[in-house]
């Protein structure tokens, strides 16, 4: 029987599994990978301590930080599947993994993230990989001299842009509301640039391609009409979703997905389970702020491990 | 070589294609290396791409990077095999991942990972 399970890699898990290791809390950390959604940004520049990181960088980071409390806290490399209650009282839970394992924990701090959401449109699935790309870091280098389009204004749209300048020949930044919503000062040096072009109120309709993608339809929802833009590339970049499938039906989610949990203390709906980062249904998404909340779920679990409250 | 095509690929592939690249990838006329020869076809920035090299490093298994940026050749290559642009793309003495996948290329390899 644990203290502890923590659900995760990124900044919220790993932040979690220091502070719990270092109140000795007998403590599991079941993650994929380290580093979280980050892991993939080429130069982050508002991890407070550092002016600039790559994802990369931090991943390894945040990873030997809580290995260095091995084996005080116990790390495997696996999926969690499933969180259910094992036991009323006194209050257990079963966290089974992909790998087969089950284990028993007196509290469970789900902090698993989110994943990528898709755009939905017929042509994305056919031509995934075929010019339809998720990661603008990756994959940028392959559409040198090409005409891309990125789709989303928020921090993620923008870094695409930036991470494919030194390559495309032209990017097309398509913005379905009036307004980029990513930071002031990325949105100015890309519309500096020459070759970046940013058209607002667009709703992507259609990824049109045979084998590759050839161009992206979309509609201008102002006037309602539909346009055709040749384009050999599409970098998604709308948001995410939240991974709390393991935890669906168990635990209150929001409208789309989040845990709801009590901003005081992380708690979610069931007795026993926190929650922090992205899989919640708070306002921001940032690694500082995942680490912070989850830094304020562990304190609260090892009071609630040590007076029941 | 049976042995490789019964295990299938990660990504749908004629099977000319596959039995091409499985003669390849053995061309001592069906001998099973011990070690299978793997090709990473990358890109500079690709994180996947470092995090499938660091994974080989740790595990001592020799292969063959191609830089996909820029050697055109090896991207073609790397088109046919692969039937899509993103990276990694990693072969396994024939058999083709997309992306990195830690336990499916681990399975491949017959490494504990």
Same mark, same amino acid.
């Given at each position: 029987?644990?203290?502890?399970?923590?659900?995760?890699?990124?900044?919220?898990?790993?932040?979690?599994?220091?502070?719990?290791?270092?109140?000795?809390?007998?403590?599991?950390?079941?993650?994929?990978?380290?580093?979280?959604?980050?892991?993939?940004?080429?130069?982050?520049?508002?991890? @407070?301590?550092?002016?600039?990181?790559?994802?990369?960088?931090?991943?390894?980071?945040?990873?030997?930080?809580?290995?260095?409390?091995?084996?005080?806290?116990?790390?495997?490399?696996?999926?969690?599947?499933?969180?259910?209650?094992?036991?009323?009282?006194?209050?257990?839970?079963?966290?089974?993994?992909?790998?087969?394992?089950?284990?028993?924990?007196?509290?469970?701090?789900?902090?698993?993230?989110?994943?990528?959401?898709?755009?939905?449109?017929?042509?994305?699935?056919?031509l995934?990989g075929k010019g339809v790309a998720?990661?603008s870091?990756?994959d940028a280098?392959l559409f040198g001299?090409k005409d891309v389009v990125v789709v989303?204004?928020?921090?993620?749209?923008?870094?695409a842009?930036?991470?494919l300048?030194?390559y495309a020949k032209t990017i097309t930044?398509?913005?379905?509301?009036?307004?980029?919503?990513?930071?002031?000062?990325?949105?100015?040096?890309?519309?500096?640039?020459?070759?970046?072009?940013?058209?607002?109120?667009?709703?992507?309709?259609?990824i049109?391609g045979?084998?590759f993608v050839s161009?992206v339809?979309?509609?201008?929802?102002?006037?309602?009409?539909?346009?055709?833009?040749?384009a050999e590339g599409v970098f998604v970049?709308?948001?995410?979703?939240?991974?709390?499938?393991?935890?669906?039906?168990?635990?209150?989610?929001?409208?789309?997905?989040?845990?709801?949990?009590?901003?005081?203390?992380?708690?979610?709906?069931?007795?026993?389970?926190?929650?922090?980062?992205?899989?919640?249904?708070?306002?921001?998404?940032?690694?500082?702020?995942?680490?912070?909340?989850?830094?304020?779920?562990?304190?609260?679990?090892?009071?609630?491990?040590?007076?029941?409250? | 070589?049976?042995?490789?095509?019964?295990?299938?690929?990660?990504?749908?592939?004629?099977?000319?294609?596959?039995?091409?690249?499985?003669?390849?990838?053995?061309?001592?006329?069906?001998?099973?290396?011990?070690?299978?020869?793997?090709?990473?076809?990358?890109?500079?920035?690709?994180?996947?791409?470092?995090?499938?090299?660091?994974?080989?490093?740790?595990?001592?298994?020799?292969?063959?990077?191609?830089?996909?940026?820029?050697?055109?050749?090896?991207?073609?290559?790397?088109?046919?095999?692969?039937?899509?642009l993103g990276?990694?793309?990693?072969?396994?003495?024939?058999?083709?991942?997309?992306?990195?996948?830690?336990?499916?290329?681990?399975?491949?390899?017959? @490494?504990?990972?």
């Amino acid at each position: 029987m644990y203290d502890l399970v923590i659900v995760g890699g990124g900044p919220a898990a790993v932040a979690a599994g220091v502070y719990a290791a270092r109140k000795k809390m007998a403590t599991l950390l079941v993650a994929e990978g380290f580093g979280g959604q980050s892991i993939v940004s080429a130069d982050i520049h508002n991890w @407070i301590g550092e002016k600039s990181i790559s994802g990369v960088a931090l991943a390894e980071r945040l990873e030997a930080h809580v290995r260095g409390y091995e084996p005080a806290i116990e790390i495997w490399t696996d999926r969690v599947e499933s969180v259910a209650l094992a036991s009323v009282s006194p209050r257990s839970f079963s966290v089974v993994t992909k790998k087969g394992k089950t284990v028993e924990a007196r509290a469970v701090l789900i902090a698993s993230g989110s994943r990528r959401k898709r755009l939905g449109v017929p042509g994305e699935d056919k031509l995934d990989g075929k010019g339809v790309a998720y990661c603008s870091i990756c994959d940028a280098p392959l559409f040198g001299g090409k005409d891309v389009v990125v789709v989303g204004g928020g921090n993620a749209g923008l870094e695409a842009v930036v991470d494919l300048h030194a390559y495309a020949k032209t990017i097309t930044l398509l913005q379905r509301s009036e307004v980029l919503r990513g930071d002031p000062v990325t949105q100015e040096m890309i519309r500096a640039w020459g070759n970046v072009h940013i058209i607002f109120n667009a709703a992507i309709e259609e990824i049109v391609g045979e084998s590759f993608v050839s161009s992206v339809r979309y509609k201008d929802a102002k006037t309602g009409a539909s346009n055709l833009l040749a384009a050999e590339g599409v970098f998604v970049e709308i948001g995410s979703m939240p991974n709390s499938d393991i935890v669906k039906g168990f635990v209150e989610l929001d409208e789309i997905g989040r845990i709801q949990v009590d901003p005081r203390t992380g708690r979610a709906s069931s007795l026993g389970i926190w929650a922090a980062g992205d899989v919640c249904d708070g306002l921001y998404q940032q690694n500082n702020i995942a680490a912070g909340d989850a830094i304020r779920a562990l304190l609260n679990i090892y009071s609630y491990l040590h007076s029941g409250k | 070589m049976a042995d490789v095509v019964a295990r299938g690929i990660a990504v749908s592939m004629p099977f000319s294609a596959l039995f091409f690249n499985v003669l390849r990838a053995f061309p001592g006329a069906g001998i099973i290396h011990r070690m299978k020869s793997v090709t990473v076809y990358s890109t500079p920035t690709c994180v996947y791409c470092k995090l499938a090299k660091d994974f080989f490093a740790k595990n001592g298994v020799a292969y063959t990077e191609h830089n996909v940026a820029d050697d055109l050749k090896a991207r073609a290559e790397m088109v046919e095999k692969s039937h899509q642009l993103g990276v990694p793309v990693i072969d396994i003495g024939g058999e083709v991942f997309v992306g990195f996948d830690k336990d499916a290329l681990s399975k491949a390899l017959g @490494i504990a990972g």
